[in-house]
C-alpha cells in the first residue's frame, strides 16, 4: 500500500518550535520530490517547502524562509519539517507529499504531487 503517514503536529506558544514527521510506504521517497503544504481555515492549500529531485534545489515560501528547514532521511525513508519562531499565521494542517519526477516540476503546485499524507493540525498560540 503506497502512503504517507504524518506525525509532530500540535500546540505550540508563538516563538516556539515543532518538528513535524512523514513516513512513506510502499514506495522510495529518495526517487521523489518530496513538498510540505498547509491549509489554513478559509484559505486555499499553500506550498510551504520542496526539494525537488527534478532540479536538485531546495524550495521556501517567503514567509517561512529562514525559520523552516525540510529535510529527508532515506535510511528511514521519512521526509521531515523542522519548523521554528514560529507564529500565528503558521496555523494550519500541514500535508506532505510525494511527486514522481517530470520535466518543468513547479514545486509549488498542488497537482504535481501523487501522494498526499493525512494532515497534522499546527496551532500557534498563546
Known amino acids: 500500500q503506497l502512503q504517507l503517514v504524518e506525525s509532530g503536529g500540535g500546540l505550540v506558544q508563538p516563538g516556539g518550535s515543532l518538528k513535524l514527521s512523514c513516513a512513506a510506504s510502499g514506495f522510495n521517497l529518495d526517487e521523489h520530490s518530496i513538498g510540505w503544504f498547509r491549509q489554513a481555515p478559509g484559505k486555499e492549500r499553500e506550498g510551504v517547502s520542496c526539494i525537488s529531485i527534478t532540479d536538485g534545489n531546495t524550495y521556501y515560501a517567503d514567509s517561512v524562509k529562514g525559520r523552516f528547514t525540510i529535510s529527508g532521511d532515506n535510511a528511514k525513508n521519512t521526509m521531515y519539517l523542522q519548523m521554528n519562531t514560529l507564529k500565528p499565521e503558521d496555523t494550519a494542517v500541514y500535508y506532505c507529499?510525494?511527486?514522481?519526477?517530470?520535466?518543468?516540476?513547479?514545486?509549488?503546485?498542488?497537482?504535481?504531487?501523487?501522494?498526499w499524507g493525512q494532515g497534522t493540525q499546527v496551532t500557534v498560540s498563546s
Open positions: 507529499a510525494a511527486a514522481p519526477v517530470v520535466a518543468g516540476f513547479r514545486p509549488f503546485k498542488a497537482y504535481e504531487y501523487h501522494y
